[in-house]
């Protein structure tokens, strides 16, 4: 079932699992504030059986970043150039950008689990879709890149946190600083892919995570996700608290005993 089909965007749903699609092959899945509007509107219209989330991107390439129109004197029609926004109060440049990253924020709820297909290039906000993902299963093609500092811009669409938490500070920084692309083996060795695989298995290789997310029961999963997203911003003792209360949900859920 088709949900949503516009402006590079297409959101489908199959049962308990739904699939985002960049599709706009002709430009590498290029991203403009259309597209990020279309991918916070797919969040919004997903129905609440929905476990997970496939994200993947048409043709040769995941998406090779933002739209190299965005960087023209007269930006996208219809949309503030990036002079419009220099000349903008702080107050409004914040606004705009809070609003573009609202396409990046919502792939980690704790209702559900999102995996990252991710193929060909990978560069900018193209990397930081994937990385705002949970899950990220890769082509032997991939090239993963982070391009801002070499505009003379940082990168700003929720991709840095994320990216610090899987390869550290200093691996983050030297590839952020340096622009330069991340291949395959390196990023299942730093920890930024889960699975590496053929690029003709890509599809095959995620659709068997996905039934693997599904078979366990959804409150567990969603209630170990909240644990281990929440466990680097706690003590260890914290932690052990935190596992309690989660288990004690879960124990009376099971034995239909109301909290």
Same mark, same amino acid.
């Given at each position: 079932? =088709? ?5 590079? $965007?297409?959101? &489908? ?5 739904? =699939? $985002?699609? #960049? ?14 509007? @279309?991918?916070?509107?797919?969040? *919004? %219209? ?12 048409? !043709?040769? *390439? ?13 930006? /996208?029609?219809?949309?503030? *150039? ?12 914040? @606004? &705009? ?26 560069? !900018?906000? !193209?990397?930081?879709?994937? #990385?705002?993902?949970?899950?990220? $299963? ?9 391009? +801002?500092? *070499? ?6 669409? =929720? ?21 330069? /692309? ?12 889960? #699975? ?12 068997? %995570?996905? @039934? ?11 209630? &170990? ?11 260890? +003792?914290?932690?052990? &608290? ?8 879960? %124990?009376?859920? #099971?034995?239909?005993? +109301?909290?």
């Amino acid at each position: 079932m =088709t949900l949503l089909d516009k402006d590079g $965007v297409r959101l &489908t749903v199959d049962d308990d699992i739904a =699939t $985002v699609t #960049l599709a706009n092959a002709a430009k590498r899945n290029a991203q403009s504030p259309a597209m990020w509007r @279309a991918l916070a509107e797919a969040g *919004s %219209l997903l129905p609440g059986n929905v476990r997970v989330v496939v994200l993947r991107g048409e !043709g040769k *390439s995941f998406s090779a970043g933002l739209d190299r129109q965005a960087f023209t004197p007269e930006g /996208f029609p219809g949309e503030p *150039s990036f002079i419009d926004l220099a000349r903008g109060s702080d107050g409004d440049l914040d @606004a &705009t950008i809070a609003a573009y990253q609202e396409a990046f924020t919502w792939w980690r709820r704790n209702d559900l689990v999102s995996i990252a297909a991710v193929q060909g290039h990978a560069i !900018g906000a !193209g990397f930081q879709l994937a #990385l705002a993902c949970d899950l990220r $299963v890769v082509a032997q093609d991939v090239q993963f890149a982070m391009r +801002e500092t *070499s505009l003379g811009l940082v990168p700003d669409l =929720t991709g840095t946190h994320p990216l610090v938490a899987l390869v550290g500070y200093a691996r983050a920084l030297e590839i952020c600083a340096t622009g330069r /692309f991340v291949r395959a083996d390196e990023a299942e060795r730093v920890g930024l892919a889960n #699975l590496v695989v053929p690029v003709d298995e890509l599809d095959g290789a995620v659709a068997d %995570l996905a @039934a693997a997310l599904i078979a366990a029961p959804r409150d567990a999963v969603n209630e &170990t996700k909240a644990l281990l997203a929440g466990a680097a911003g706690r003590t260890y +003792e914290e932690q052990r &608290t935190a596992e309690r209360a989660a288990q004690a949900r879960r %124990l009376r859920d #099971l034995a239909g005993v +109301e909290e």
